[in-house]
């Protein structure tokens, strides 16, 4: 006798479950079998409709209604099915169950399914109820076409009376079949469920807490036989695998903690290429997502064809291997990236990859290689002319006095274009390491302005170049270094009347704007208009100075403010300029806290515009 509520559940389990699979068989069995034999009606009835179809055509040309009746009757004697032939409208012209008087009272069969579908797709097919005989059949209708024109419609009929005779048989089979199983399995549910005990079930019960991470629950020992000793043992391997749990997830979290605040970036792969952890930082070294990302195949992750290449050779090797990769998405940077096999079990299992981003060092680099190289050229220009001049003196030229003082002319303007040269320099490395100290104080921009046009109005005449300003009424004061100010027009219109022609144009304007009309595509992230004493960020001057130059080629653009970037190299050195110019003007832009941007067209002019903060009126009141 079961008295044990698991045994009871366990055959009653057993039993639905044997019910529901030989349940949805069965279904499955008649529902195909049904439709199988439907689908062989089907087609044997589109077979006989296309060959009746040869017969029919002629007579329906013929125009015979009586000729029609008997040769609907005389196919479906042959064929056993029903006939009927109808004409486009869907008006009944003959059928094989019914005369001719019948036919002519039968309903318009335009409407019928099978009779639409056949106008449509050429071949029509429906199971329905008959509306003339009252029985259930299976119909197939074709149209009748004469060089391409729709003659009329030949729809046969079959009764579905046999098929569901012979479903119905197999229907009875399958029940009895059903019944003996379930009887069978009833006693096999018996017969296993006698031999579960309370002691099995209550272990499997806490083995499942345990697969679930609890712990908590011990196994009651009711005895010291086999099932004893295993509920024993279960409850000695409980104890044990929690207090490694709990140590395998301080290790993991410590791991992980250190893992994701590393700068460098760390991935792990298994023997299949498959990600098995990947830090934070490699994410965003590579745009990776954070989430998902493990057991995922490299590639599918990170798409680096020479990186992949490097874990399978790292991999094959089992070898520390190192190399520099550049990727480009989602931007360009310079990796470094240190490989090393995974061991386990005496065998290459993996691979992990430790990643630097060196873009910037490498950038450094460059930029120090790219320095040195400038300075050595613009220093080594004018010393050469200067040692040879003086090497001619040296020679006796200093007793030809005719020739001496341009000599001496000509070493003095190239030494004070060194010292041009070095005077930049020594200010562009003072404003890059943020060694010069801004006098900021409410100024009129106006005034400096026209003391700064006054000294190349000169220059400008000489040239023919028309140099004016245009300054908008009532600018408000700006908070600025009136000096450096000043330098900052002094570069801006000596590169404008370096390269502007004879007959041109230089402007130096200036309007009150807001910050947001000053578009600065290339500005620093983080750059603040606001400092002590200045208004808000919408309250701005824009200073600007345009010339109708040579213009600069809209490839050099981005790098026109770079230390020594020189557009057309021996015009710039002809003309006196260091190549210092735009980058002292940039910087000394940037820290009074406003913008520069540089538009130019080739041949068409330069636009150099630039922002200052106005003084805010309760600090120019004060």
Request: proline residues 6%.
């Given at each position: 006798m079961i008295t044990g509520r698991f045994e009871r559940k366990l055959i009653a389990t057993y039993l639905l479950l044997v019910t529901a699979i030989v349940s949805v068989a069965g279904l499955y069995v008649l529902s195909s079998l049904k439709r199988t034999s439907i689908d062989h009606l089907n087609a044997s009835l589109l077979a006989q409709a296309r060959l009746m179809s040869n017969e029919v055509t002629p007579v329906f040309l013929a125009h015979h209604p009586e000729q029609l009746h008997s040769l609907a009757r005389r196919l479906a004697e042959q064929?056993?099915?029903?006939?009927?032939?109808?004409?486009?409208e869907g008006r009944v012209l003959a059928d094989s169950e019914r005369t001719s008087e019948q036919v002519a009272q039968m309903d318009n069969h335009l409407g019928r399914p099978e009779i639409q579908a056949s106008l449509g797709e050429g071949v029509g097919s429906a199971i329905r109820r008959s509306d003339t005989i009252g029985v259930e059949m299976l119909y197939l209708a074709v149209p009748l076409r004469q060089d391409g024109v729709l003659l009329g419609i030949l729809r046969l009929g079959m009764l579905l009376s046999d098929v569901s005779h012979s479903i119905a048989t197999i229907r009875q089979t399958l029940a009895i079949g059903a019944v003996i199983g379930l009887a069978a399995a009833a006693a096999l549910g018996f017969l296993f469920a006698r031999h579960v005990t309370r002691p099995i079930a209550q272990m499997t019960a806490v083995a499942r807490r345990m697969a679930e991470g609890d712990f908590s629950r011990n196994i009651t020992l009711t005895s010291a036989d086999e099932i004893g000793q295993l509920g024993h043992a279960l409850n000695t391997m409980a104890s044990r695998l929690q207090d490694r749990l709990e140590e395998v997830e301080e290790e993991r979290a410590k791991g992980a903690a250190i893992l994701d605040s590393m700068v460098e970036g760390v991935l792990a792969v298994d023997e299949e290429n498959r990600i098995m952890f990947i830090n934070a930082s490699a994410c965003r070294l590579f745009n990776a997502p954070s989430i998902g990302a493990e057991r995922r195949p490299f590639l599918e992750v990170i798409r680096n064809k020479e990186m992949l290449d490097l874990l399978n050779r790292t991999?094959?090797?089992?070898?520390?291997?190192?190399?520099?990769?550049?990727?480009?998405?989602?931007?360009?940077?310079?990796?470094?990236?240190?490989?090393?096999?995974?061991?386990?079990?005496?065998?290459?299992?993996?691979?992990?990859?430790?990643?630097?981003?060196?873009?910037?060092?490498?950038?450094?680099?460059?930029?120090?290689?790219?320095?040195?190289?400038?300075?050595?050229?613009?220093?080594?220009t004018p010393l050469t002319s200067i040692?040879?001049?003086?090497?001619?003196?040296?020679?006796?030229?200093?007793?030809?006095?005719?020739?001496?003082?341009?000599?001496?002319?000509?070493?003095?303007?190239?030494?004070?274009?060194?010292?041009?040269?070095?005077?930049?320099?020594?200010?562009?490395?003072?404003?890059?390491?943020?060694?010069?100290?801004?006098?900021?104080?409410?100024?009129?921009?106006?005034?400096?302005?026209?003391?700064?046009?006054?000294?190349?109005?000169?220059?400008?005449?000489?040239?023919?170049?028309?140099?004016?300003?245009?300054?908008?009424?009532?600018?408000?004061?700006?908070?600025a270094d009136r000096d450096r100010l000043a330098q900052i027009l002094i570069n801006l219109l000596d590169n404008s009347l370096k390269f502007t022609?004879?007959?041109?144009?230089?402007?130096?304007?200036?309007?009150?704007?807001?910050?947001?009309?000053?578009?600065?595509?290339?500005?620093k992230p983080g750059t603040s208009n606001l400092e002590p004493g200045t208004a808000s960020t919408s309250d701005v001057v824009e200073i600007a100075v345009r010339d109708?130059?040579?213009?600069?080629?809209?490839?050099?653009?981005?790098?026109?403010?770079?230390?020594?970037?020189?557009?057309?190299?021996?015009?710039?050195?002809?003309?006196?300029?260091?190549?210092?110019?735009?980058a002292i003007v940039k910087h000394l832009v940037e820290a009074h806290g406003g913008n520069l941007t540089i538009e130019s067209q080739l041949n068409q002019g330069t636009s150099v515009h630039f922002t200052l903060p106005i003084v805010a009126p309760d600090s120019e009141a004060a």
């Open positions: 064929v056993s099915v029903r006939v009927t032939i109808i004409a486009p991999r094959k090797d089992a070898t520390f291997a190192k190399q520099e990769l550049e990727i480009y998405t989602p931007v360009h940077r310079v990796v470094q990236v240190h490989a090393a096999p995974l061991k386990g079990r005496g065998r290459t299992s993996g691979a992990i990859l430790v990643m630097h981003n060196i873009t910037e060092l490498r950038r450094l680099e460059m930029v120090r290689t790219e320095f040195v190289a400038n300075v050595s050229h613009e220093l080594r040692r040879g001049y003086l090497e001619t003196l040296l020679e006796g030229g200093l007793e030809d006095r005719e020739h001496a003082r341009p000599f001496l002319e000509v070493i003095h303007k190239h030494s004070e274009r060194m010292g041009r040269l070095l005077d930049d320099l020594l200010d562009l490395s003072n404003l890059e390491l943020g060694k010069v100290t801004l006098d900021r104080r409410p100024t009129t921009l106006a005034e400096v302005v026209r003391s700064v046009m006054t000294i190349y109005e000169p220059q400008a005449a000489k040239q023919e170049i028309e140099l004016r300003p245009e300054l908008s009424d009532n600018l408000p004061p700006v908070l022609p004879k007959g041109g144009t230089v402007i130096v304007a200036a309007r009150r704007v807001s910050s947001f009309e000053f578009r600065v595509p290339s500005s109708t130059g040579i213009g600069i080629p809209s490839q050099d653009l981005p790098r026109i403010t770079e230390r020594f970037y020189r557009v057309d190299k021996t015009r710039s050195r002809e003309l006196g300029g260091t190549g210092l110019g735009l």
